[in-house]
């Protein structure tokens, strides 16, 4: 049982290049997210998916898509990357019936220059 | 959302007893205290969840008052490896709630040798 699965663990692009997190469970849990972790700043909730082919936006959602396709995997888009988005990022999942209980990723640290 | 507010660090040393207390006034009658835990480089962890009076797991206690205006954490004899970052949680555990948790900056709770 692997749980939530990110990749990559690191990367490293420059200021208007695109790139796509990875994420996935295998717990089949209904409800996913992505946080955003700066220095000093916590958590902060940028998009989350309530089930397959349903989103929604959290507290940072500028800069960054996201899709779900299958209830398994929760992507999540740059498009065109800024150095503000230099951040740590952490996929999460749990149950629908209590979303308070989330496991998460390992992260994925991103730099751009 | 409920908003929490918690030390931003405390020090602790090896064997203690260490209580961490989030105020949250504003606490909603389905909400629930939910805490995490994370080491540097890792994604947060679930610890205890509770509603009032107090819980109990194998890592940690819960102490709730009866007007739920603040939640304690309690962790028995800390050790190094509980230096972490603590961070509490109020939200409802039931669907249908548009927005999710929000994750403040958390207590960095350092244990000294």
């Known amino acids: 049982n692997a749980g939530v699965t990110q990749t990559p663990k690191f990367q490293v692009l420059k200021t208007g290049q695109s790139m796509t997190l990875q994420c996935a469970q295998d717990?089949?849990?209904?409800?996913m997210s992505w946080y955003r972790q700066d220095p000093g700043m916590g958590l902060r909730l940028i998009h989350y998916s309530v089930g397959a082919g349903i989103t929604d936006q959290g507290e940072v959602p500028n800069g960054y898509n996201v899709s779900r396709s299958t209830t398994e995997d929760f992507p999540l888009r740059l498009l065109s990357a800024a150095p503000s988005q230099t951040s740590v990022y952490f996929c999460?999942?749990?149950?629908?019936?209590?979303?308070?209980?989330?496991?998460f990723g390992a992260g994925t640290r991103l730099s751009v220059l | 959302l409920a908003k929490t507010t918690q030390p931003i660090s405390m020090d602790s040393y090896e064997g203690q007893e260490v209580n961490i207390t989030c105020s949250h006034n504003n606490i909603a009658t389905n909400d629930y205290i939910t805490w995490y835990q994370q080491f540097p480089s890792q994604g947060p962890r679930f610890i205890i969840q509770?509603?009032?009076t107090k819980v109990t797991n194998e890592v940690a206690s819960l102490f709730i008052p009866a007007d739920r205006k603040s939640s304690t954490l309690s962790l028995p004899r800390v050790s190094l490896s509980d230096t972490a970052v603590y961070y509490c949680l109020v939200a409802p555990i039931s669907s249908g709630s548009a927005r999710q948790l929000t994750f403040g900056s958390g207590t960095q709770l350092t244990v000294l040798p």
């Open positions: 717990m089949n849990h209904e409800y």
């Open positions: 999460a999942s749990s149950l629908e019936s209590d979303k308070n209980i989330q496991y």
């Open positions: 509770g509603y009032k």
